[in-house]
């Protein structure tokens, strides 16, 4: 009968399963996200979280974010009833300067009341967030002229001042094409070369932006029949476009005849000949009448 009594009196004691879940909480959060800085882009990007409260209380907590880069979480306390979830965005900021890497964060949640109560130490949890930021490239030229005029046999020099920038490392290679105006044709007629047709802009890490003075030089044909029209515009390497001569930043190029030179030429060369087969009928004549 004691047994029993006491047995009772025990169980009376015991707290039910309910009672005896601790006051917690579970985070989970998008474990990274990509961010793009380039002067066009909106330089933010979003981490979507969820705070659970898996217990029979009432928990609040507090939302902390450490970061390297600028973060805004929850402004308010955020209070989870009991079995409930609750979602909340965190939101990153960069600038065009940001470098390219990956940024590491912490979010962090601190159990400050339950059922209305202040909770101290209130209990936390944390979830690690990779913040990737995208490397951006822009590059951009001005051409020393807009028209140039030579003849032909003489050099066409263009001359260009490349402004690159970035929030990486990079090195780019830029090439000067040339277009007929007749044809729209990027094959270079006979007797034109590229002698000196590429220009390499590199950057370091250190650095966002970089500028470089170049000059890329075609040679031309002496014996060129009649003016050549075409344009000129500079393009990174292995790049396609289909309207060179239509772009903005484009330069006239006017390879000019120079065929009156070339006659002058032939007709030198001619009349020397003419002079030169008359002097040696001269002298084989002479020669002659010595012999006889």
């Known amino acids: 009968m004691i047994f ?55 928990i609040t907590v507090q939302v ?60 936390t949890e944390s979830y690690d967030v990779n913040i990737n930021v995208e490397q951006y490239i822009t590059c951009q030229y001005d051409l020393e002229h807009q028209l140039l005029v030579v003849g032909a046999g003489s050099p066409i020099i263009v001359k260009s001042n490349i402004f690159c920038q970035s929030n990486g490392e990079f090195s780019k290679e830029f090439e000067a094409i040339i277009v007929s105006r007749s044809s729209d044709s990027k094959t270079l007629p006979s007797g034109f070369e ?53 772009e903005s930043l484009s330069m006239e190029i006017k390879v000019k005849t120079r065929i009156w030179w070339v006659l002058s030429t032939i007709i030198i060369i001619t009349i020397g000949v003419w002079m030169f087969q008359e002097r040696l009928q001269e002298f084989l004549e002479k020669n002659k009448v010595k012999e006889n």
Request: glycine letters at 2%; proline letters at 4%.
């Open 4 to 58: 029993l009594l006491l047995s009772v009196s025990l169980n009376s004691y015991i707290p039910t399963a309910e009672a005896q879940l601790a006051p917690e909480v579970e985070l989970v959060c998008d474990p990274s996200a990509n961010m793009s800085v380039n002067s066009g882009s909106e330089k933010v990007t979003y981490v979507l979280c969820e705070i659970e409260n898996p217990t029979t209380h009432t």
């Open 64 to 123: 902390n974010v450490e970061s390297e880069l600028a973060a805004i979480g929850p402004s308010q306390e955020i209070t989870i009833n009991r079995f409930s979830k609750w979602s909340f965005i965190v939101t990153y900021h960069g600038d065009i300067d940001t470098i390219s890497r990956s940024y590491e964060s912490t979010v962090k949640t601190t159990i400050t009341r339950v059922n209305s109560f202040n909770y101290d130490p209130g209990g």
């Open 194 to 246: 590229y002698e000196n047709n590429f220009c390499i802009i590199a950057n370091s890490s250190d650095s966002i932006s970089n500028t470089k003075d170049c000059e890329f030089k075609i040679s031309t044909p002496i014996y060129l029949l009649k003016t050549w029209n075409s344009c000129v515009i500079i393009i990174e390497k292995d790049t396609e476009n289909d309207n060179f001569c239509y």
